[in-house]
């Protein structure tokens, strides 16, 4: 299927537009959940070593940040070493978005395409573990936007993404479909963005099968699939990763504290602070905005965000400059026939009007 062919699907053909706006919302601001102090208190896994911060005087730590956290996390598989801040204030998200914009504003529009060798990892990887064609289709097709727009991560793929074509996994997928309706309520698809999973290809029935076979074998395919996405993103570089999931921060999930498990994982706690951890990885830059997993919400009657309210605001702020970049492109590439056929359709539309009315 072509890049156009995508760009063609229209997800609320596909399923009832799920409408959000009946569900109790969040009223009031958030706590700040960090007490201003001189000095910090984090727990840390074993793996990772903290370097004290030596600030001018409190005073000024707290004009800049609510809490500020810098660790080096060492790969499991590599000696690629990552260096991550975390800034938790009113304006550590502001400033993201003005980096993005200066961003948009020099990018000639790249999109990341289905030929880019970074999909060569995911491929050998399905290979290793039997995991099927359609899975992978639908995993190049998320993760096929702009490279220039903010990431979403999420933990894994959807239950149905190994037996379902693509469109049709998405149409069943309440995360997804809720994603696109934020989105599409910019201007934007899921063809702009650039979606993946911290845990890439493994679903969890997958994961429940390796489970049943051998925990070793679980943990290596987890570990082994959080090295994929680690690798993507040395190879696409984003400026900025939406971080949607936490689970990756537990135990079960952590493959021995792998770095995309400790670095990329989120928490609404985190969220609500407005943190943003600052993650280099060979010396580029990542910003992790804090979410949440869209399915704590949808699948839950009782959530921290009931209706996802925040998350939703979060997703709309960060992807605003995207919209506004995308709508000033579509106008610029816009042949001048292609101004003159809408002008004529108008006139046209304009005519058959005034004709019915007459005959009424």
């Not at 001189?38 to 609510?66: E, G, Q, Y």
């Not at 696409?236 to 792998?258: E, F, L």
Request: hydrophobic letters at 35%; glycine letters at 4%.
């Amino acid at each position: 299927m072509s890049d156009e062919s995508w760009n063609k699907l229209d997800l609320r053909s596909l399923r009832q537009r799920r409408d959000l706006s009946s569900e109790p919302r969040v009223n009031g601001p958030s706590p700040n959940p960090v007490r201003h102090s001189k000095f910090s208190i984090a727990i840390t896994p074993a793996n990772t070593r903290c370097i004290p911060l030596d600030p001018p005087s409190v005073d000024d730590l707290t004009a800049r940040f609510s809490q500020t956290h810098i660790s080096e996390t060492h790969s499991s598989k590599a000696s690629r070493v990552v260096r991550s801040i975390i800034s938790s204030n009113n304006n550590a998200i502001d400033k993201v978005i003005e980096e993005l914009t200066q961003d948009l504003k020099a990018t000639k529009g790249e999109k990341l395409r289905p030929s880019h060798p970074c999909f060569n990892l995911a491929r050998r990887f399905a290979k290793k573990w039997n995991i099927s064609d359609e899975a992978i289709n639908s995993h190049v097709k998320l993760a096929c936007g702009y490279l220039k727009f903010p990431v979403i991560m999420l933990l894994n793929p959807a239950p149905t993404h190994e037996r379902l074509p693509y469109e049709q996994m998405v149409a069943g997928c309440a995360t997804l479909i809720w994603i696109d309706d934020v989105l599409l309520d910019l201007g934007l698809k899921l063809s702009d963005i650039i979606i993946l999973d911290a845990c890439t290809l493994l679903g969890k029935d997958r994961i429940r099968e390796l489970e049943r076979d051998s925990p070793a074998k679980r943990d290596q395919a987890i570990s082994e699939a959080y090295d994929v996405t680690q690798r993507m993103l040395e190879m696409i570089k984003p400026n900025v990763v939406i971080s949607c999931q936490c689970s990756t921060s537990w135990s079960d999930w952590s493959a021995g504290g792998h770095l995309v498990a400790l670095e990329f994982c989120s928490s609404i706690k985190s969220a609500r602070a407005g943190e943003v951890r600052k993650v280099a990885i060979n010396d580029h830059e990542i910003n992790v905005v804090q979410g949440y997993h869209p399915s704590g919400f949808l699948n839950r009657r009782y959530h921290h965000d009931p209706s996802g309210r925040l998350l939703k605001e979060r997703l709309q702020k960060m992807y605003a400059p995207c919209a506004s970049w995308k709508a000033r492109r579509t106008t610029t590439l816009r042949s001048p026939l292609q101004f003159v056929d809408g002008e004529r359709k108008r006139n046209e539309l304009k005519e058959e009007n005034r004709k019915v009315s007459r005959t009424n």
